[in-house]
């Protein structure tokens, strides 16, 4: 059964009065390919702008098995069992090919999707990251309007997809394995100069004692860094999504980076900047989707493409003659 079209105010209503169902079909009216969903859901987006923005932004990333969504699980549950509404999204670099992991996780994160002030919905697919990404940051949006009051986005911790949901975020959450010998390569990557705290997971059992040294060597670690700009310091906790120990600590360290840089002005200007970012990020996605749409160009990709792959002319010129075919 075709289910019918909504029309703007059927789904502004419906978001602004928190129904799940209209937010569901208006996030899946943002992730559609259909230039005629693309075109609703860009007036339906700025309609609902003045709804938006109330709420904490945080990206939960570490490397594959660290315990991320195992952690959201229990910790979605325990702010959303304290007067808050929680919406859970993700950016998955797989969910390109395989529609990736985090789909999984919607049937495992059972307890927390049973929570009436949760909401769960899985990665978006896309062609590109920046495409996963841009759909990410509308849903984010669209639960802003729908009154979930914190976001919570789980990437996996490989590429350029935690940068990209740093980018996108008030707090990043980094978590990291005890022992697994990564507490260099964590300093490596760069990774953890963007966290605004690093949090080591799975300190229940035989791991406690590990779990505990490896909090001192982030410490130290976390010494040569200069202060951020933000004037927080990242601190290192630890946590066990198992016995739900340090969750607490985690949200108040949530509360305090908020209450900090919302008086400091940090918070503000650093949403300022991202909105900014995503401007220039959507211009050149836009460029590039309609660039490739256009069927003058699609007509003639193809012989460039063979003229250039047999050395006949240059890459350059090939994509400037495109460019010009393009803009007429
Ligand atoms: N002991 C213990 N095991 C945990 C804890 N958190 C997660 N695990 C286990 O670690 C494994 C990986 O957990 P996930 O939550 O799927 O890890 P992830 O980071 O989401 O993994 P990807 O989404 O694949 O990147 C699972 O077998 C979990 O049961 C914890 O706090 N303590
Ligand atoms: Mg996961």
């Known amino acids: 059964m075709v289910r019918r079209r909504l029309t703007i105010d059927e789904y502004i209503n419906g978001i602004i009065s928190g ?17 005629s969903d693309f075109e609703l859901s860009q007036q339906l987006l700025e309609k609902i702008m003045p709804y938006t923005g109330k709420s904490i932004r945080v990206g939960i990333s570490g490397v594959p098995g660290v315990g991320k969504s195992t952690l959201i699980e229990t910790f979605g549950d325990y702010i959303a069992s304290n007067n808050h ?42 062609s590109s990251l920046g495409g996963v990404a841009r759909k ?46 990564d507490e260099l390569q964590g300093i490596k990557k760069g990774i953890m100069e963007m966290a605004d705290a690093l949090v080591i997971t799975k300190a229940d059992g035989d791991n406690i004692a590990k779990t505990k040294a490896a909090k001192a060597e ?38 305090k980076f908020q209450a900090k840089t919302k008086s400091n002005g940090w918070f503000f200007e650093c949403r300022k900047r991202q909105n900014l970012k995503w401007m220039h ?27 250039v792959a047999s050395g006949k002319i240059p890459p350059y010129s090939a994509g400037e003659k495109l460019i010009e075919i393009y803009k007429k």
């Open 136 to 181: 990410t940051r509308e849903s984010m949006l669209l639960c802003e309007a729908a009154g979930f009051d914190v976001i919570l986005i789980e990437t996996v911790g490989v590429g350029q997809s935690e940068t990209t949901v740093r980018g996108m975020v008030d707090f990043f959450l980094l978590l990291m394995l005890s022992g697994a010998g």
């Open 218 to 255: 982030y410490k130290n670690a976390l010494h040569l860094f200069r202060p951020e700009e933000s004037g927080w310091f990242c601190n290192v906790l630890t946590c066990s999504a198992i016995t739900n120990e340090g969750l607490p600590e985690i949200w108040e360290e949530v509360e």
């Open 19 to 35: 129904n799940r169902f209209i937010l569901s079909r208006a996030i899946t009216l943002i992730e559609s390919a259909l230039e």
């Open 85 to 126: 509404k929680v919406a859970v999204l993700a950016i998955d670099p797989s969910s390109q090919k395989t529609s990736g992991s985090i789909m999984g996780d919607k049937t495992r994160m059972e307890k927390l999707s049973q929570n009436p002030n949760a909401y769960i919905r899985p990665s978006a697919t896309g």
């Open 281 to 307: 990020d959507s211009i050149q996605e836009e460029l590039i989707r309609k660039f490739y749409n256009n069927p003058t160009v699609k007509l003639a990709l193809q012989t460039f493409e063979e003229n």
